[in-house]
């Protein structure tokens, strides 16, 4: 390591992130940072840095043989793609917190990172504070790894506890969260599972050496959760929580997805309230592990930010040693799951579906069912988000191995619903 290696960066973006790190940079003298320029996209706005600093000329920085570090905390995906990828060509070490970007390229970039001999870091665009990508990468380099699940997306971890426990509605606590710098410029991102499952394909990939796209992962966000649907968890002692989980599957692939679910009172994700994010690891040996933090806002990213600037002293970079393990790991679609579904009317839903019903209540006006379904009946269909249709999976929702068929008839006959 080269303690002394003088970094400077050339920063992208003087958002919250940015912000954030400036202010963090400032009391962190020991690092050997500084930045040099910031390239911004309004000139007219007023900042609380001296304006010497600000540009809206990209070039200014990317042509600078003097900034070795591409800091890259920008709201758009386009412009920050060709930044991280033109930072990289031209032999700079890059950080970046664009999530949504760096999912949305992930293979390309691994490819960019190798061939350009620079680091690509990007540990702030997954649950912020916690480093969770770094241990991941170094920590859990083995097969052991056999579950982890998480609260990634701290606007709507917010907003559902605003919601249960303030008593806030949708509205209120979402201007509430944006108010406080949590929520994406346009939240629906948050709100419908976009952010979630982004960060949830940039996990697989370092937990499990899974490459995939956000487009191809089940996912939901909390937009179609209901009162009522509140109301059961209470009955049920349970908290309703967004989920990322993956979990490796008896044949050795993955099962993965970003849905809603109910959190037992005992599990380390029902103490996980606000913008905290948390994630629970399981290993073969090690039983569970569980990292808890900030998952949004200034100065926990910024931290996230400043850890991978840090890391370019001694040349860090991601490795992917499991993208090079023997045998390759997917994510597999034949497993079932345990939901509850609610609904307004029965007609759509496709009761026949379902393998095996444990709950019925069909009186009430809204109406809801617990039963086990195969994936692919959610995989590649709507009807679970649509018409006013909640699902929200149960506690422990993976069912492996089980002889679904012959359960199926006697439940809905005994049911008297078939
Ligand atoms: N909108 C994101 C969240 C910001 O709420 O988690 C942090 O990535």
Known sequence: MDANKQLTIGLFGFGVVGQGLYRILQQTPSLNASIKRICIKDPAKKRDAPDALFTTDRDLLLNDPEINVIVEVINESEPAYRIVTTALRKGKDVVSASKKMLAEHLPELITLQQSSGRSLLYEASACASIPVIRNLEEYYDNDLLHSIKGIVNGSTNFILTKMFEDKLDLKDALLLAQQLGFAETDPTLDLEGYDAVNKWTLLLNHAYGITTSPGDIVFNGIQNIKESDARVAKEKNLHIKLVAQAQKLKEGDVAGFVLPQFVRQDDHLSFVKNEYNGVVIESGFADKQFFYGKGAGSFPTATAVLSDISALRYQYKYEYKKLHHHKLLRLYDDFHLRAYVSFADW????????????????????????????????KG???????????????????????????KKVSLELAGIM
């Open 347 to 378: 007609t759509f839903i496709p009761r026949e579906k379902f393998e095996y019903i444990e709950e019925w209540h069909a009186h009430a006006d809204r109406k809801y069912l617990v039963g086990i379904l195969h994936f692919r009946e959610i």
């Open 381 to 407: 269909h709507r009807w679970w988000k649509d018409n006013n249709t909640s699902l929200i999976l149960m506690p422990d929702p993976i069912v492996e191995d089980m002889d679904v068929r012959k359960l």
